[in-house]
């Protein structure tokens, strides 16, 4: 492994484990705490996709004519990552992004999708992202969280969303889906298949694939920049440090600890 990338993940060790530990996954105890706290993620499941497109629009050509951007291998990465989280397939071998799969988990479990339908349609109308968060009655930390990302989307360093995409996501989402699985089926039977299904896809998809993908990504984009390594570390904890808070704002509301 790279040894810059090794410092780096080893820097975010403190933070990684109070995210890991967070009290939030031992608290979903009833088939309501998780409807709840999946009404309140699918946030952070939608704004991921607008930071793996940012890298996209980043990393290669989206526009026309057509040109060759600077590196052809961090093209290739994000082109495949993009293909997966955009266009994998849902349990019977459909095509489906990621975000889309979730909405279907919701539904069979009986969570409402209302807030994120709200969103989307406010955006679709014109809204920018902070005008329509500010119509919804949603906690304030899925707002924080969502303005955040977007934040680092508009900061225009490819390296900074690239760090919040691999270290704020990618290489978090297998041990926090881990912690969220445990035996979701066997107390929840045929409530949550598709939900299951999509945290084993991700476990399988972000460890085997996207993360050595996005690894690679981050070293390419930072180089031998110390600058750029500075604020990957620095945007990595604050995306991290926004996942916890995040967490606790859902743990707050949990009917079952209200």
Known sequence: MNKRIEALQNALQEHRQQLLQHNVYQSLETLEDLRLFMEHHVFAVWDFMSLLKALQRDLTCTTLPWMPTASPSTRRLINEIVLEEETDVDPQ??????????????????ASNSQIAQ??????EG???NSALDQLPIDASVKAFVRNTFRIINSDSPHAVAAAFTFGREDLIPDMFRHL?????KR???????????????????EEVHTPLALQMVSELCGEDDQK??????????????RIELWTGIRNLLPSKV
């Open 181 to 185: 699985i445990a035996d979701l089926n």
């Open 229 to 242: 390594w500075a604020e990957a570390l620095e945007v990595s904890k604050n995306c991290i440090t926004q």
């Open 119 to 124: 969103l989307l349609q406010s955006i679709r």
């Open 93 to 110: 071998g459909n095509p489906i992004s990621h975000f889309e799969l979730y909405l279907l988990a919701m539904a069979e479990a009986g």
């Open 127 to 129: 809204k920018s992202v």
């Open 188 to 206: 929840f039977p045929g409530k949550l298949d598709t939900f299951i299904y999509y945290l084993d896809r991700h476990v399988q998809l972000d």
